[in-house]
């Protein structure tokens, strides 16, 4: 497994492993703590694991957490999705860069995004399974959803959006957000 640097978003990395195909299908690490150790990540905290089932077109996101934010680590475990990262920290020096990436089971690569960075997704194939660890126990009352939709970030969508949750469909736009943030 190695780690590359995402480069239009500070902090954050894609976990690649290597897996090993055979007759009976394939095997691979997914997470290896002494990786993640050495781009500077502490492997012991992450504290919660989910798993997330969409259909072809589904949209999860754009999400966040208020507060101090949530790191994530995220793997499409089975199928394909098109994955989005948002960077949002005032501080950073990519500060509202955007990066996509299509996640699949077939590679198993884990993409770690930093806590102030928004995040979502949308299912490419007729089932995806997206697994994540996160780094602190969750908190609804310190959740936030970006329009994934919004002009501002105009973010390729590849298919047409089929279902997504209510929270989602009425997510604020990105200035709303940013100007709640300044309060």
């Not at 590679?107 to 994540?132: E, K, M, N, R, W």
């Not at 908190?139 to 298919?159: G, K, N, Q, S």
């Amino acid at each position: 497994m190695k780690a590359i640097e995402v480069p239009a978003i500070t902090g954050a990395y894609q976990f690649e492993p290597t897996p090993y195909a055979d007759e009976r299908g394939f095997f691979c690490r997914t997470f290896d703590a002494d990786v993640v150790r050495s781009v500077g990540l502490d492997p012991d905290a992450f504290v919660q694991s989910s798993v997330s089932r969409s259909v072809q077109g589904v949209l999860r996101g754009l999400h966040l957490r208020s507060g101090a934010g949530e790191a994530k680590l995220v793997r499409c475990s089975y199928g394909r999705i098109f994955d989005v990262v948002v960077d949002l920290r005032r501080d950073s020096p990519t500060y509202l860069n955007r990066a996509f990436f299509e996640l699949s089971g077939e590679t198993q690569v884990t993409l770690y995004i930093p806590a102030g960075c928004a995040h979502g997704f949308q299912a490419l194939t007729g089932t995806a399974d997206v697994s994540y660890r996160i780094d602190r126990p969750h908190d609804p009352t310190e959740d936030v959803t970006i329009a994934f939709d919004d002009p501002e970030l105009a973010i390729p969508w590849p298919l047409p959006v089929t279902s997504m949750s209510a929270r989602d469909r009425e997510a604020p736009s990105l200035a709303e957000v940013l100007q709640h943030q300044k309060s």
